[in-house]
């Protein structure tokens, strides 16, 4: 195995002012030539392949559809970049709560493990364009800067944890988080409370609320409101539907409160926006 005394390490690029969050997609961004380090946290999926990859020293056949997760200090080398593919990477501090471990957060768990044997995920085919937009919403919040894009951006990367999260064997050591957001994702465009978040995992909406704000450092309403706003953001870029519809398919059949809703956490009403895009 080769030493990580013996490669470079390369340091995240903060820009002052803007989320410390970078995406990437290949081929059109170079991967990184020869073996190196990071000091930071990286997503990596391969939509289409045909590539190899060396991880410590261990060879992996990249295959379509694979999706890596890779964690400071890890020595990395790929042959070339994938036919398609994209990377998100970003410092652990951007998701972690103030003063804790990252490798204790139940959005992180999948890269925990990374120190020890390379975590490799497979997304099934029919699956793998939702992943593609994922990183694609993503990678247009970053692009765009509009009016609330730190906190837009910041969202959707949570969300994309929460994906990775729940694809990884690693997050059945927690099946509550699991079973809640299942449940946030299967319901956000109806009526969803915590109260009945609570009855689906079978616990009372005082103690949910206390195990998933102490796991994540959010509440259970919150998280509902962060997939509304999300479904939201997308359907005011990729659709002229009004945005009394929009607040419908989002959950809120009361446009006014979703309004404000949007503008509580962006700044900006949803018309505007979508104005600025």
């Avoid at 930071?40 to 999926?45: D, I």
Wanted: hydrophobic share 45%; with cysteine.
């Amino acid at each position: 195995m080769m030493r990580r005394s013996s490669v470079p390490v390369v340091g995240f690029a903060h820009q002052p002012g803007h989320p410390s969050i970078k995406v990437a997609r290949f081929p059109r961004h170079p991967v990184h030539a020869g073996s190196h380090a990071h000091d930071f946290l990286v997503v990596f999926y391969a939509h289409r392949a045909g590539t190899q990859a060396l991880i410590d020293g261990r060879s992996w056949t990249v295959s379509d559809g694979d999706l890596f997760v890779l964690v400071p200090g890890q020595v990395v080398a790929f042959e070339a970049a994938p036919v398609d593919g994209w990377a998100v990477w970003f410092p652990a501090e951007v998701v972690r709560a103030h003063g804790s471990s990252w490798r204790a957060h139940p959005l992180l768990s999948p890269f925990a493990g990374g120190g020890d044997r390379t975590q490799r995920l497979h997304i099934p085919a029919a699956d793998r364009d939702g992943w593609v937009r994922r990183f694609a919403d993503l990678d247009a919040e970053l692009s765009a800067r509009r009016d609330g894009y730190p906190q837009a951006a910041l969202a959707h990367l949570t969300l994309l944890l929460v994906a990775v999260a729940r694809l990884s064997p690693r997050s059945a050591g927690d099946p509550l988080l699991a079973a809640v957001f299942d449940v946030i994702e299967d319901r956000f465009p109806q009526a969803l409370s915590l109260s009945d978040v609570a009855a689906a995992v079978a616990l009372t909406p005082g103690h949910l609320t206390t195990v998933v704000r102490l796991r994540t450092g959010r509440t259970v309403q919150q998280w509902i409101t962060l997939r509304r706003l999300q479904e939201g953001r997308r359907l005011l870029t990729e659709t002229d539907l009004p945005v009394a519809t929009v607040a419908r398919h989002c959950g809120y059949p009361d446009a006014s409160y979703f309004i404000k809703r949007f503008r509580a956490e962006h700044g900006v009403t949803p018309a505007q926006w979508r104005a600025s895009g």
